[in-house]
T-cell receptor
């Protein structure tokens, strides 16, 4: 079965600092999909990005960027110039092509202090 | 927009009670999921369903059962609630056959068993 590891339990930064959230995954499937979700204090999980295993192109969306490297089985998430509103728990997740059940990492709690 | 609605945001029950958590989605999705979220453990899959009256065990099904009598509704049942089932419960849905799509989540139910 697939597995996702987020080794960083909690990260605390000061506003405007850059921060990278790590995600390492395991799968035997050659086709799979990686996701990042944000969970603000309100509790609802908000989808941020999806990556297909056959597309290693990195992506940037405003202050957010994602670095997908199949060679190291990693899908890291960087926030540039962090803001207080970025404070949340962030989850990395993986689904395989032959099933619909997604597996999540333990999450990283990011606190951005003013 | 997909809407996944969980019947309660907060619920307090007593040990030994039978507890029902309800989830309804409005986008005709085939697949529905129940997770529990605990600090440091992330989201763990309890049960999922691919279709009406069908169910599959996830990683931690012990102490839980589910019911899917209608496509839009997926219920999680705690047959005899215990204190170790105090947790945040999240419901999600996705269209069938689409592991590359993000799951849509409800707001969560924070359940306390006294």
């Amino acid at each position: 079965a697939q597995k996702v590891t987020q080794a960083q339990t909690e990260i605390s930064v000061v506003e405007k600092e850059d921060v990278t959230l790590d995600c390492v995954y395991e799968t035997r499937d050659t086709t799979y999909y990686l996701f990042w979700y944000k969970q603000p204090p309100s509790g609802e999980l908000v989808f941020l990005i999806r990556r297909n295993s056959f597309d290693e192109q990195n992506e940037i969306s405003g202050r957010y960027s994602w670095n997908f490297q199949k060679s190291t089985s990693s899908f890291n998430f960087t926030i540039t110039a962090s803001q207080v509103v970025d404070s949340a728990v962030y989850f990395c997740a993986l689904s395989e092509s032959n099933n619909n059940d997604m597996r999540f990492g333990a999450g990283t709690r990011l606190t951005v202090k003013p | 927009d997909v809407k996944v609605t969980q019947s309660s945001r907060y619920l307090v029950k007593r040990t030994g009670e039978k507890v029902f958590l309800e989830c309804v989605q409005d986008m005709d999705h085939e697949n529905m999921f129940w997770y529990r979220q605990d600090p440091g453990l992330g989201l763990r899959l309890i049960y999922f369903s691919y279709d009406v009256k069908m169910k599959e065990k996830g990683d931690i099904p012990e102490g839980y059962s589910v019911s899917r009598e209608k496509k839009e509704r997926f219920s999680l049942i705690l047959e005899s609630a215990s204190t170790n089932q105090t947790s945040m419960y999240l419901c999600a849905s996705i269209r069938g056959g689409n592991p590359n799509q993000p799951q849509h989540f409800g707001d969560g139910t924070r359940l306390s068993i006294l």
